[in-house]
């Protein structure tokens, strides 16, 4: 009595820990039937309360977390015996089978059970395997920004304009690892002028190609992908020779590419989660 709520409200939290739509009903049990009035009685004892999870087609469906078993009671009245005797050694007799009733060597769940120590072994392993955990879904943060940007430049290879909006974007893709994000106010001519005075770098001619693969309606040709890869190629020398290889390093472990941290921090639980699922 009194603890409907404390698992209800357990049960509701843990399902929405986990992305399960939830939430906790507030009502009354059936009450006390009087088989003279036919009536049920219904008062505050009978409030209770009891966890709703959604189901895609099928809407809320009600879930009961509360036991509907009260706990075992051990205490017994004691008859009024004299004390000494056959009643001492009856009654001890009683209390010792009543103390080990639930009493269960090696592995159980009873009162008594006897829990194994954990292997230091074990601590280890599970130690680094939530350090390897760690450090493959950063990797995996790190290098899926880049390997995007190169899938997409790949497979529009074979449609020129296309091609040059896909370099397009990995430049400023690459740019905004070194801190020199495109404002979402900013046109591209403007974006270039700001990169040309910030760290004195030139695209004024991959905007312009980009510009015109983009806008101006005309199918460009073979000889303006080859044009978009010289000036890829100048790119990405300007940039070794502009920075130095710590700020080359920087910008490799950079998020500031990433779209927000909300989702970095989404796509990072959903690979602890898998990782952590399969080595169950």
Known sequence: RGYCQHYAASMALM?????????????????TFDPKTSFYYVNRNNIHMWVEVYFPNYGWINFEPTSPFKAPEYAEKIKKEPVGGE???????????????DVELGEGEGIGAIKKPI??????????????AIFLGFCSIIFSKDIRYYMDIYKNYNNPNRY??????????????????????????????RVKDRVELNIDEITDLYLLSAYSGKKLDKYNTQQA????????????????????FKALIS??????????????????????????
């Open 119 to 132: 292997k230091p072994s074990k601590i280890i392993f599970g130690i680094f395997t939530i350090i390897g």
């Open 164 to 193: 040059i909006q896909a370099n397009y974007r990995r430049i400023i893709h690459k740019l905004s690892d070194f801190g020199i994000q495109k404002k979402s106010w900013e046109d591209s001519c403007e974006y270039a002028m």
């Open 15 to 31: 399902c929405r820990l986990l992305d399960i739509p939830s939430r906790v009903a507030v009502g009354y049990t059936t009450g």
């Open 229 to 248: 890869k010289i000036m890829i190629k100048d790119f990405s020398e300007s940039i070794k020779k502009k920075f130095v290889p710590i700020e080359n």
């Open 87 to 101: 009643s001492a050694e009856r009654r001890l007799k009683s209390l010792k089978e009543l103390l080990m009733e």
């Open 255 to 280: 998020l500031n590419s990433l779209p927000t941290l909300k989702k970095l921090l989404s796509s990072f639980y959903k690979f602890i989660k898998s990782f952590w699922s399969f080595h169950k």
